[in-house]
C-alpha cells in the first residue's frame, strides 16, 4: 500500500464566487502542493537540516498572488509554450493569426489569453507513477486564435522514492499545433534562497537553437561546445552567465530524445551548501533553460522580494517557433492522435 496521501483544502475564492482549491500530495518525506486555478504547482516541500522543512518553488503563499500576476509561477503553459515568430502560422493552407503579446512581434505562452488564468477540473488519481491530481480542461476551437477543441489533460503525481511526474494527454478536433509544459522556478536554497549562481547544473544537451534578435529561432542547432552555453558536464549556473547576455533563456536539444513513452533523464542539479539535488526526465525533444532574469523585485511567498537570477527553469517542451520550422520536430496534433508526454522530477536531500 502506498504511503502517499493526497489531501484537497480551500484556496480562495475568484471574484465570481467560484471556489478554488489546493491539493496538497506527500509521501511522509517530501510534499507539494497544487492548485485547479492554473493547473499551478504552488509549493515542492522537502526535508532540511534540524527538522525543517524548506519550500524549493517560487511563487506566492495565497491565491491573490497568482491571480494579480503573469509570470507562470508553477503553471502550465498552453496552447503552445513558447514563442511563435510573428505571431502566426500556416497550417493545412490555412494562416492563423495568433495575439502579438511579445514585444509587440511574437506570441509567448499562448498569447493575453493564458491557461495560467483558467479553472481547471480536479480529481485525485493513482497510477504507476503514484498518487496524486488530475486536471483537466477543454481549450475551445479559437481559444488564442488556434484551431481545434483540444481535451487536455494535466496529472501530477508522487511516489514514495520522491519523483514528481508530471504527464500530460491531449486530443483534437482539428489539427493544431500543441507544446504543453510546466513553467516551474525552482532554488533548491529555498525559495528565499537569493541567486542560483552557485547550484551545478549538468545537462545531456549538445547542442542549443540559435535565435535572432527577436528571440526566434533561425533554424540552426548550434554545438554548445567552447561557449557559455556548455553544461555536457556540470558547472555552476552563474559561472558563464555575464557573458550570455541578461541571463540564460535558451531552448536545448536533448542528445539522446525519447524514442519511447518512457522518459529520458537529462539533466541533474546540485545545491552545494544543502546538497540537495534535483533529476530531470522527460520524452520531450527539448527543454528551455531559463534564469528568471524578469523576476527582481516581485514579491512573493511570505513578502519575500524575489531577486534576478533568483530561480531557474527547465522547461520540457517542444522546440519554440516549431509550426513554421518543417526542420524541427512535429508539434502538430491531429484528430485520433493523443500528445502524450512525461516529464518527472527526482529529488536527493
Known amino acids: 500500500m502506498s504511503a502517499v496521501s493526497v489531501k484537497k483544502n480551500k484556496f480562495g475564492l475568484l471574484?465570481?464566487?467560484?471556489?478554488?482549491?489546493?491539493?496538497?500530495?506527500?509521501?511522509?518525506?517530501?510534499?507539494?502542493s497544487c492548485s485547479d486555478y492554473g493547473c499551478t504547482v504552488t509549493s515542492i516541500v522537502l526535508p532540511a537540516k534540524g527538522?525543517?522543512?524548506?519550500?524549493?518553488?517560487?511563487?506566492?503563499?495565497?491565491?491573490?498572488g497568482f491571480l494579480n500576476s503573469d509570470l507562470c509561477f508553477g503553471t502550465v503553459v498552453g496552447r503552445f509554450a513558447n514563442r511563435i515568430g510573428n505571431a502566426s502560422f500556416t497550417l493545412d493552407g490555412i494562416r492563423y493569426q495568433l495575439d502579438k503579446n511579445d514585444a509587440g512581434i511574437n506570441t509567448l505562452h499562448g498569447g493575453f489569453d493564458r491557461y495560467?488564468?483558467?479553472?481547471?477540473?480536479?480529481?485525485?488519481?493513482s497510477s504507476r507513477f503514484g498518487k496524486g491530481v488530475r486536471f483537466?480542461?477543454?481549450?475551445?476551437d479559437g481559444e488564442q486564435g488556434f484551431p481545434g477543441n483540444v481535451n487536455i489533460s494535466v496529472s501530477y503525481y508522487l511516489n514514495e522514492?520522491?519523483?514528481?511526474?508530471?504527464?500530460?494527454?491531449?486530443?483534437?478536433?482539428?489539427?493544431?499545433?500543441?507544446?504543453?509544459?510546466?513553467?516551474?522556478?525552482?532554488?533548491?536554497k529555498g525559495y528565499n534562497g537569493g541567486d542560483i549562481s552557485s547550484h551545478l547544473l549538468s545537462m545531456d544537451c549538445g547542442h542549443y537553437l540559435e535565435v535572432d534578435k527577436n528571440l526566434i529561432p533561425t533554424g540552426t542547432l548550434v554545438p554548445v561546445t567552447d561557449t557559455p552555453y556548455d553544461f555536457t558536464k556540470a558547472k555552476a549556473m552563474g559561472k558563464d552567465i555575464d557573458s550570455v547576455g541578461y541571463g540564460y533563456d535558451n531552448c536545448y536539444v536533448l542528445s539522446h530524445p525519447a524514442t519511447t513513452e518512457e522518459p529520458v533523464l537529462f539533466a541533474s542539479v546540485t545545491e552545494p551548501e544543502s546538497g540537495r539535488k534535483m533529476h530531470v526526465s522527460t520524452t520531450m525533444?527539448?527543454?528551455?533553460?531559463?534564469?528568471?532574469?524578469?523576476?527582481?523585485?516581485?514579491k512573493g511567498k511570505q513578502g519575500v522580494s524575489y531577486v534576478k537570477h533568483g530561480a531557474f527553469c527547465l522547461e520540457t517542451q517542444a522546440f519554440p517557433?516549431?509550426?513554421?520550422?518543417a526542420s524541427f520536430p512535429n508539434c502538430i496534433l491531429r484528430p485520433g492522435q493523443d500528445a502524450h508526454t512525461v516529464t518527472q522530477y527526482s529529488f536527493e536531500f
Open 15 to 32: 471574484s465570481d464566487g467560484t471556489k478554488v482549491h489546493l491539493f496538497t500530495v506527500s509521501n511522509g518525506k517530501m510534499s507539494f
Open 51 to 64: 527538522g525543517s522543512q524548506v519550500d524549493v518553488l517560487l511563487g506566492y503563499s495565497s491565491l491573490e
Open 116 to 125: 495560467e488564468k483558467k479553472m481547471w477540473k480536479a480529481k485525485k488519481v
Open 136 to 140: 483537466t480542461r477543454l481549450s475551445p
Open 161 to 188: 522514492s520522491n519523483t514528481i511526474t508530471m504527464e500530460y494527454h491531449a486530443s483534437t478536433d482539428k489539427a493544431t499545433p500543441l507544446n504543453l509544459t510546466n513553467h516551474a522556478y525552482f532554488n533548491l
Open 285 to 298: 525533444p527539448g527543454v528551455q533553460f531559463y534564469t528568471a532574469n524578469w523576476i527582481d523585485g516581485e
Open 321 to 325: 517557433d516549431s509550426p513554421n520550422k
